[in-house]
């Protein structure tokens, strides 16, 4: 049976930094302790005025085919996860298609808030699966959440950050890849979290414009904690007993980077040590759609996983939308 294999990973984050310190003096009041002890940001990159979702996620695409020796020719399908896109259409994927240069390939956008990549590379895993003609697949996760920020709004502005990641798939008989996966939805919360505006059911006019509310990401309603804190340990076991594995089985834990104590709370719960999860928060910020990618990125450029190990992402976003695989990398 044929699975699909991670040949190369990259990322990309803007230049511009914004640290805790210049947050505080924009917001007024000192931010530092709850946001680096509780969500544990301590600074986040920020796109430039001239830059836009498709610069970090074209860039973090060229460079996963260069971490995996592959030409943009030889790409089959683009998938690009982003609930910031470069227009509200034509979809983002085809833009960073033409400035790759992946002329032979394929491409859609997924948009599933934070969950957004996990689910876009379950897709990919499923094309490579089932058709042939999918040999390598290129899964991008990109987020410019900063350009529809209320700079004055301490609970948006504290946590939200641009960047992207990119994962390349490749077709493989060999036994590595995806060993299982579950998506999940509860639509209840579709106007908990998000931009409301710019759609057919509030299109941006001067009405819009002039109040400002629904142009910018909001949170709307209060989640609770145990959306994340209850919902993560459920789908992850879920997709274990899928895979036929156990937690003693997997090395890795990759969860949705918005919050540190969150994370802690579920590792502790799921009763493993810290060590077996990583964290990209306090260097980057929180990066929705393209956390995952990048934490894996960087897991691996620590040495925390080797080939034959197996690792579980699970990602949760607005809507609400879920989603857990499991990998053999």
């Known amino acids: 049976m044929v699975n699909a294999k991670i040949i190369g990973t990259g990322i990309s984050v803007p230049k511009k930094v914004l640290k805790n310190e210049d947050l505080s003096l924009m917001l007024g009041e000192d931010i530092d302790d709850f946001v680096s002890n509780t969500l544990g940001i301590r600074e986040r990159h920020v796109l430039s ?10 860039e973090a695409a060229q460079n996963a085919l260069k971490n995996a020796s592959i030409k943009a020719e030889e790409v089959d399908l683009i998938i690009l996860a982003t609930d910031t896109p470069e227009y509200i259409s034509p979809a983002t994927s085809v833009v960073v298609q033409h400035r790759i240069g992946a002329k032979n390939a394929g ?3 997924i948009n599933c ?14 094309y490579i699966a089932a058709d ?3 040999r390598n697949v290129l899964v991008i996760g990109a987020y410019a959440m900063t350009k529809f920020l209320d700079w004055k709004e301490k609970k948006t502005a ?3 950050a641009d960047g ?13 890849g995806l060993l299982a996966s579950k998506l999940e ?21 001067e009405k819009e414009l002039a109040e400002g509310y629904r142009t910018k990401v909001r949170f709307a309603k209060k989640y609770p904690p145990e959306v994340n804190i209850e919902g993560w340990q459920r789908i992850v076991k879920q997709v274990l007993q899928r895979a036929n594995l156990s937690l003693d089985d997997i090395k890795l834990f990759l969860w949705t980077q918005v919050n540190l104590s969150t994370i802690k709370i ?13 964290t990209i928060m306090h260097k980057w910020g929180y990066t929705g759609s393209a956390c995952i990618p990048m934490a894996l990125h960087d897991a691996i450029a620590e040495g925390k996983l080797n080939r034959g190990d197996n690792f579980v992402m699970c990602a949760s976003g607005g809507g609400l939308n879920m989603a857990a695989v499991a990998f053999r990398f």
Do not use: W
């Open 49 to 58: 005025e001239n830059e836009s979702t498709a610069d970090i996620a074209s």
């Open 107 to 109: 491409t859609f956008d």
């Open 113 to 126: 808030a934070c969950a957004g990549f996990v689910t876009a590379l379950d897709a990919a895993c499923k």
């Open 132 to 134: 042939k003609s999918y």
């Open 158 to 160: 504290t946590i939200f």
């Open 164 to 176: 992207a990641g990119a994962i390349l798939l490749q077709a493989t008989k060999e036994n590595a």
């Open 185 to 205: 939805a509860d639509g209840s919360y579709h106007d908990f979290l998000g931009i409301f505006a710019g759609g057919t059911k509030y299109p941006i006019d």
């Open 266 to 278: 579920v590792m502790n719960e799921l009763g493993l040590p810290f060590e077996r999860t990583h």
